[in-house]
């Protein structure tokens, strides 16, 4: 096979792109279409899913969104002894603001005795009394301290790891 017969058989890079109009053109009229058969409510918010369903079936509660792990949110646990935990914050490096809002709040939870927060390496390290931070109370604080600072962090999670 010579070298001209390789180039013919090669689609050119840009051989794809010429159906593109076509492409957005039918989904435009598959969007119109879905709009019109609504009755022209496009703009108003869909029909809930429970409104959908025959009745007695199961319909998958949504309400509440998932919650998301400590790695979601680059919280890693570095050093952990009884009572003490130092912790690797991903989004609190190089951010000063973050760390003093961190240790001002964890530093108001019951049980927490010291908070020290360096935005220079993420490093949040807290001393705490274990007995006291399992209490209902203060778990409850801590965990919406946590949440805070961090919409849908599963708090559960990240205390099963300090105990």
């Avoid at 108001?108 to 993420?122: D, L, M, P, Y």
């Avoid at 274990?130 to 599963?154: C, I, M, V």
Wanted: hydrophobic residues 35%; proline residues 8%; charged residues 30%.
């Amino acid at each position: 096979m010579t070298a001209s017969d390789r180039k013919k058989k090669r689609p050119s890079p840009a051989a794809g792109f010429d159906t593109v109009p076509k492409i957005l053109d039918e989904a435009r009229r598959a969007v119109d279409e879905v709009t019109q058969a609504a009755g022209g409510r496009g703009d108003q918010t869909p029909t809930p899913p429970e409104a959908l369903a025959e009745p007695g079936a199961q319909v998958p509660d949504r309400s509440r969104a998932p919650l998301r792990t400590p790695d979601y949110y680059g919280i890693r646990i570095r050093h952990r002894l009884k009572g003490r935990i130092r912790l690797h914050i991903r989004r609190m490096k190089w951010n000063q603001g973050l760390a003093e809002k961190m240790q001002k709040g964890l530093a108001g939870v019951q049980g927490i005795a010291q908070v020290e927060a360096s935005a220079a390496t993420g490093s949040l390290l807290l001393v705490f009394d274990p007995q006291t931070l399992t209490a209902p109370g203060s778990r409850r604080d801590f965990k919406a301290t946590l949440e805070g600072f961090f919409p849908g962090l599963d708090g559960d999670t990240l205390l099963r790891k300090f105990f």
